[in-house]
């Protein structure tokens, strides 16, 4: 009896483990799933508590709400480090779109307004900062360094490969690449999308996975790593730069240009100071030079008048 049990056990072991480990999110590693039913497989983002969508791409704002959660919180493994923008990672405030809230404030009296791609485009102020829209990045520019400086592919074949792997590994339609270029060992990949059609990804989400991909911080399940070939060739990676392009101008910019014309009149206007300063100086040192000369000359001419009989 004992030996039949245990083949029986076996048995619903074998099966059950293969549905267990098929509950798993395709598209965001990050994510916490349960099988709550026979076949039924249920995901949800770690931070946000949102359902996740793991056909496809995961926002941009929920991955980096997931990604600040502490590891003990979220059971997952934690990312070492990760960018966005120029002030790092932060804990964002999403709507339940997945959007960033036009204001974001990072759980301190600091707040300053974003772009849809998460970046900030204002001066940091306090938490009477007002945002009055979201403005959306209409185009993102990532330029990338292949190794192998001194090796060339030909530009139609990794304009090619590139288009090809912006589709079928992040959904991307190709009418949003509006250009690849490639000056070995450079290439840039321009996205433009100025409006996103419900069920098309974002062009940010786009750029962030890439950019999780190209630093060894896949957002995808482990097994699925960044390959990129160019007729069986790899195509390695091995910088990534990202530039963000809004429909209205960053609003410091301004500020940041009046600081720099208010920095140059300064200098102009010290240096114009100190140059008047010397040219008086000298001019009085001449002053003070001839006066002594035509004190001394003065008295020797009454001197020589005294001596004459």
């Known amino acids: 009896m004992e030996p039949l049990f245990g083949v029986v056990l076996g048995l619903i072991l074998a099966v059950a483990s293969p549905a267990h480990d098929s509950c798993t999110c395709a598209t965001n590693k990050w994510a916490v799933c349960a099988q709550d039913g026979p076949g039924n497989c249920t995901c949800r983002l770690p ?3 949102h359902p996740a969508d793991c056909s496809t791409l995961t926002s941009k704002c929920f991955l980096m709400k997931a990604e600040m959660i502490p590891l003990q919180e979220k059971r997952l493994w934690r ?3 990760g960018v966005s923008g120029s002030d790092g990672i932060y804990s964002p405030d999403c709507e339940d ?3 960033f809230k036009a204001r974001q404030c990072n759980g301190s009296s600091s707040c300053w307004c974003v772009n849809s791609a998460g970046v900030r485009r204002t001066e ?3 938490r009477s900062l007002s945002c009055r829209e979201l403005v959306r990045t209409r185009w993102i520019s990532m330029e990338l360094r292949h190794e192998g400086s001194s090796r060339a592919f030909g530009a139609p074949d990794v304009a090619q490969a590139l288009t090809r792997l912006l589709e079928s590994r992040y959904q991307l339609h190709p009418k949003y690449i509006a250009a690849i270029k490639y000056d070995p060992p450079l290439i840039q990949i321009r996205l433009d999308q100025s409006k996103k059609p419900r069920g098309d990804v974002d062009i940010a989400d786009v750029a962030y996975y890439f950019e999780k991909d190209v630093n060894n911080d896949s957002v995808f399940p482990s097994n699925s790593k960044l390959t ?7 195509l390695a990676i091995e910088k990534l730069w990202i530039y963000y392009v809004d429909e209205k101008p960053p609003e410091f910019c301004m500020r940041q240009l009046a600081a720099g014309i208010s920095a140059v009149v300064t200098v ?3 240096t114009a100071g100190v140059g ?3 040219l008086l100086i000298l001019r009085w040192l001449r002053t003070r030079t001839y006066k002594k000369f035509e004190c001394k000359e003065m008295r020797e001419i009454k001197a020589s008048s005294l001596e004459l009989p």
């Open 47 to 49: 931070g946000s508590d």
């Open 124 to 126: 940091k102020g306090g």
């Open 268 to 270: 102009v206007l010290l």
């Open 276 to 278: 008047i300063a010397v």
């Open 228 to 234: 990129v070939s160019v007729n069986g060739d790899a």
């Open 79 to 81: 990312p070492p480090h």
């Open 97 to 99: 779109s997945g959007d």
